[in-house]
């Protein structure tokens, strides 16, 4: 049996079942045409079922094949498919990201040819080529009984998050955890933590998470980055992140 993971941009393909659930597609042959130049990524380990997983990124919306199948964005299908199937979609988003991204050496311009499921090898040079992930860290800062929340200019809808920014080359996380709060807010912290980690398949992140414990400082918030901040306690919380992320679970532990 396999699984197949078919992406157009970041929309999978998904089915649904008799009993009203969502799973991804299953069959020994792709549910949809393929064209040649579509090619098919085996991505490892296989499923727990002992299915093995087929990741394909084709180039225009596919036909869907009856009703029950549909094209749901991959953020989306955290709510209808299961956990297990949601995070092995966004691995195989990122694996065809990567593939997408590595068509031609960075030292010589030759082509990239596949050396093994998860590298690539210069048909030239012989330059071999990894999935490259982007380390960002995130944390919830806590002052007595309230907790620091921020409104990225980047955010799409009104949710307060928490401060968070990529991990610099040569520093610890902890270090950019301390980093980030002190540029992007000027206040200080201790006590750094660590809680929990996550894959972020937007495109090709990974996030830690930590709480960490207020020293001093005035909010100052850095405007190129952030529109709004302060400090909240549980009875006035404002709109925050959806289930999917980890910075909602950093909040929840702290609810």
């Not at 490892?44 to 749901?72: I, Q, W």
């Not at 991204?101 to 048909?123: D, E, L, Q, Y």
């Not at 952030?226 to 909040?251: C, N, T, V, Y």
Request: hydrophobic share 35%; charged share 25%.
């Amino acid at each position: 049996m396999k699984h197949w993971y078919i992406f157009c941009k970041t929309e999978l393909l998904i089915e649904q079942t008799p009993e009203g659930n969502y799973r991804v597609p299953e069959g020994e042959e792709p549910p949809i045409h393929l064209e040649p130049w579509e090619s098919v990524r085996r991505i490892y380990p296989d499923d727990e079922d002992g299915a093995s997983v087929h990741a394909v990124l084709v180039n225009t919306p596919p036909r869907l094949p009856s009703e029950k199948f549909e094209m749901c964005g991959l953020r989306k299908s955290y709510y209808k498919l299961s956990q297990q199937q949601y995070l092995k979609a966004g691995k195989c988003q990122e694996i065809l990201y990567w593939d997408f991204n590595t068509k031609f050496c960075g030292v010589c311009g030759a082509p990239m040819k596949m050396h093994t499921a998860i590298s690539k090898r210069c048909t030239q040079c012989g330059k071999e080529v990894w999935p490259q992930l982007a380390t960002a860290v995130i944390v919830l800062v806590h002052r007595e009984d309230k907790v620091l929340l921020v409104h990225a200019r980047n955010f799409k809808s009104d949710f307060y998050g928490l401060v968070a920014g990529f991990v610099e080359t040569g520093e610890t996380l902890e270090e950019a955890v301390e980093r980030e709060v002190m540029e992007e807010t000027g206040i200080s912290i201790t006590n750094i933590r660590y809680f929990g980690s996550q894959p972020w398949p937007y495109p090709c992140g990974l996030m830690v998470g930590f709480h960490a414990d207020y020293v001093q400082g005035d909010i100052h918030l850095q405007q190129s980055e952030l529109s709004r901040g302060g400090w909240f306690d549980r009875e006035h919380l404002p709109q925050i992140p959806e289930k999917l992320s980890i910075a909602r679970m950093l909040i929840d532990d702290w609810l």
